[in-house]
């Protein structure tokens, strides 16, 4: 069953994917909302899924990022971010 996100959000999905059912069980918990790529490709079928939480500490973007990234490994194994970037949104206050 979704989980329903502690703020409201706004997405568009890529081209190609379509909204699926958000997967269950251990590994999976608190997720709102999951699309796939429905052709497989050499048998990978790309995936995303939406959580989140208020965290009640002061951690920062960056150490939150780490901490996705360690437990993502911790689920699928090796993982490898290719790009990052900080930014602020403009018009609003940091």
Sequence with gaps: MPTT????ISFRL??????????????????????????PD??????????GEYRPDSATL?????????????VVGAVAVAHRRETIPTGRPP
């Design 5 to 8: 996100l502690p703020v409201p």
């Design 14 to 39: 890529p081209e190609g994917r379509l909204p699926a059912p958000p997967p269950e069980g251990p590994d999976s918990p608190g997720v709102a909302f999951a699309a796939v790529h429905p052709v």
């Design 42 to 51: 050499a048998g990978f079928t790309a995936d995303f899924t939406v959580d």
């Design 62 to 74: 960056a150490q939150l990022a780490d901490e996705s990234v360690e437990r993502l490994s911790e």
